[in-house]
């Protein structure tokens, strides 16, 4: 059970972030987030099917939660205190230790493991949008480096640690 529901959380994270490219590739920058928001859904709606019939992911979808939930925890960060960036890496650094604990389960994870994580993040902001972050100087720059920086350090980190296990399997056999 456990395994079909990170399924489910790594291709819907998957769907949303295709819907994002879609998003940017054809609608202008000007259009209007009630007309967008069908499109996320319908991304997100169609990752998690997929993700119901095809449920071999793990690390994709902790790192689906954590884009989501790291990304809500800047936002409610910078609403209540003051800005710095030490909070940025400190999260930055969550994702690290959390992706390398995670096991991948297969290349596919390791492959959807970036789109989850950036996933969550946009469906953070998505709920996040009336915010009015601009007015803090340095929170947009420190959420969007967190949501682009960690979705490279998660395929780092799954990257790294598969390559770790294969390793180790070699060194078994010699």
Known sequence: MKERIMSILGFGGLGVTLSFFLIVLLYPSYTAMEKLMP???????????????????????????????????????WMHFPFTMVYSFAFLAIVVFVMWIVESKSTLDITVVPFAYFGGFILANLIFRNVEMYKIEGSIMSVVLVGVAGAGVSLIMGLFRAFMEISQSFRKKI
């Open 39 to 77: 499109i996320y859904l319908g991304g997100m709606l169609f990752g998690c099917i997929l993700g119901i019939f095809k449920a071999k992911l793990n690390a994709s979808g902790y790192a689906f939660i954590l884009g989501f939930s790291i990304t809500a925890m800047l936002y409610l960060i």
